[in-house]
């Protein structure tokens, strides 16, 4: 019943822009946390952003702060990864997930999407 599904993922250039979607089914948007995270091959998932939808606040690490920004669309039951000046270490597949929190620790959450993948290369 619960699902998040990602979408937006592209090939981008460095410096360029992508905007990542998430929509939520199955669970009260509005009581609901998301987190963002990725994973490059040979790495591992990394926490990079969430958002606690009730109240609106957030959290991006250091290494994406100043150029990804999180947000959420009630009505739509979707949250939003804003990517600019993307590098190419952001490459990685990105995914959403689910928590009772604001959070970029993998184990609060419980609902998971499958990913997009975003490749940053000229």
């Known amino acids: 019943q619960v699902q998040l599904v990602e979408s937006g993922g592209d090939l981008v250039q460095p410096g360029g822009s992508l905007r990542l979607s998430c929509e939520v089914t199955?669970?009260?948007?509005?009581?609901?946390?998301i987190g963002w995270f990725r994973q490059a091959p040979g790495k591992e998932r990394e926490g990079i952003a969430c958002?606690?939808?009730?109240?609106?606040?957030?959290f991006t690490i250091d290494s994406v702060k100043g150029r990804f920004s999180v947000s959420g669309d009630r009505a739509k039951n979707t949250a939003y990864l804003q990517m600019t000046d993307v590098k190419p270490e952001d490459t990685a597949t990105y995914y959403c997930?689910?928590?009772?929190?604001?959070?970029?620790?993998?184990?609060?959450?419980?609902?998971w999407g499958q990913g997009t993948q975003v490749t940053v290369s000229s």
């Open positions: 199955g669970l009260n948007f509005r009581y609901t946390s």
């Open positions: 958002i606690s939808i009730n109240d609106g606040s957030t």
């Open positions: 997930a689910s928590a009772n929190l604001c959070t970029i620790v993998a184990a609060y959450h419980n609902y």
